[in-house]
């Protein structure tokens, strides 16, 4: 174990952790709770709307996913984080691993705490539960699955959209940072075929046709109403965007990059005694102005 920290160590060079603040182990266990809160939702009661056994729009099929829930999950965490990490290690920067992944958890969090909010409030009916009821009419009732009824009852807002979304919408802010591909107004690098602006663009639509994909499969499998797609795609988009800003320059803005700061995270805590300073100059610099303005 000494010998895998030494070499880490090493590798990262010394001083790789200078930037940590214990602020950051707030910002994780917020993270920790926004999951765990969660999971509590998930298995709260459902609001169990009434329905009519006419409704054209609960009367579809009951088809197979085309995209699993653990799959979808799986590649909407791990695939950005499996690229946070290896450029991380590529550049030898701790920071750009840790504030890639603190802000994709927190994105992923957040969605998945209001998504699930949402459906158990909502409890709209999916365009299959009619399917899933399996109404029998000389019981009156539902003869279905217990399980598959419920989750009928939870189709807004989308969960794979929101999802897809919130994990790779994040990634394509974060490859639009490193590369500068939103920002049309930074100059690039002469007679490079790497320097190609749409290339670059381009690179950074890639998570999004996959979370694309996913949302409309929604639609095709008769999942979700398209209301619920919308409305869960906007979702992970905004809860990737808060997340992504928190920790690191707007993609868009050509201040965000330079040579000293080029596709590197924002640093979120400075020591009190900086703060204190910058407080004292701008107390400082208000009260010249004042004076000037009374003269």
């Not at 499996?82 to 701790?94: D, E, Q």
């Not at 000293?260 to 300073?277: C, D, M, N």
Request: with cysteine; hydrophobic share 45%; aromatic share 12%.
């Amino acid at each position: 174990m000494d010998r895998l920290r030494v070499s880490v160590r090493h590798y990262f060079r010394e001083g790789a952790l200078d930037w940590f603040d214990r602020s950051y182990l707030t910002d994780w266990a917020l993270v920790l709770l926004i999951w765990f809160s969660t999971g509590l939702v998930a298995v709260l009661p459902i609001f169990e709307r009434t329905f009519l056994r006419s409704d054209q729009d609960i009367k579809y099929p009951h088809k197979k996913n085309q995209v699993s829930s653990y799959t979808n999950q799986a590649i909407a965490l791990f695939l950005p984080l499996s690229v946070f990490i290896a450029v991380g290690c590529l550049k030898r920067s701790l920071l750009v691993i840790h504030h890639g992944a603190l802000g994709l958890c927190a994105s992923r969090g957040l969605a998945m705490f209001i998504t699930e909010v949402l459906k158990h409030s909502v409890g709209r009916l999916r365009p299959d539960f009619l399917a899933r009821c399996k109404w029998d009419k000389a019981l009156d009732k539902c003869t279905g699955q217990k399980q598959a009824i419920l989750d009928g009852r939870k189709s807004f807002p989308s969960g794979h959209s929101s999802t897809a979304f919130s994990g790779m919408f994040f990634l394509s802010l974060w490859i639009a940072g490193q590369t500068a591909a939103w920002a049309f107004d930074v100059p690039r690098t002469a007679r490079s075929l790497r320097s190609s602006r749409l290339l670059a663009f381009g690179i950074t639509l890639l998570p999004i046709f996959w979370a694309s994909h996913v949302a409309m499969t929604r639609l095709q499998d008769y999942r979700h109403h398209k209301e619920d797609v919308i409305v869960g795609s906007l979702l992970g988009c905004l809860c990737a965007t808060i997340s992504y800003l928190m920790f690191w320059p707007n993609p868009c803005s050509s201040s965000s990059f330079n040579y000293q700061v080029f596709g590197q995270p924002r640093l979120s805590y400075i020591e009190a005694e900086y703060a204190t300073t910058r407080a004292d100059d701008f107390e400082l610099g208000r009260l010249e102005a004042d004076e000037e303005n009374a003269v």
